[in-house]
């Protein structure tokens, strides 16, 4: 059974930098596609960024392009979503999910089946 585990979130300053971590075990990394989402309070789940891991083809969502990096190693089934020049307006609970798809589709969630539960990442003004 495929399972997500998130982690690195955290506190940080505007400007500064977070490299999250979704660590996959049940299966390979390339019978899916893997995307980071977050859900902000009083907002709808958003999607961040998305890899298709058997040819490495990826997608990000206009608010975070040329900030954040998604990105995978295969050794250690793990994908990380690489932030910086965080804004406060990145706050938020990042999830990652896959789908056995292969897809990437960002805007929406439900294409993704399975889920981690989740890491907070706060930015400071």
């Known amino acids: 059974q495929l399972q997500l585990v998130e982690s690195g979130g955290g506190l940080v300053q505007t400007g500064g930098s977070l490299r999250l971590s979704c660590v996959v075990s049940g299966s390979t990394l390339d019978r899916y596609a893997i995307a980071w989402f977050r859900q902000a309070p009083g907002k709808e789940r958003e999607g961040v960024s998305c890899?298709?891991?058997?040819?490495?083809?990826?997608d990000y969502a206009d608010s975070v392009k040329d900030r954040f990096t998604i990105s995978r190693d295969n050794a250690k089934n793990t994908v990380y979503l690489e932030m910086n020049r965080l804004e406060p307006e990145d706050t938020a609970v990042y999830y990652c999910a896959a789908n056995p798809y292969r897809l990437c589709v960002l805007r929406d969630p439900g294409v993704f089946v399975v889920w981690g539960h989740g890491t907070q990442v706060t930015v400071s003004s």
């Open positions: 890899m298709v891991m058997r040819d490495g083809s990826r």
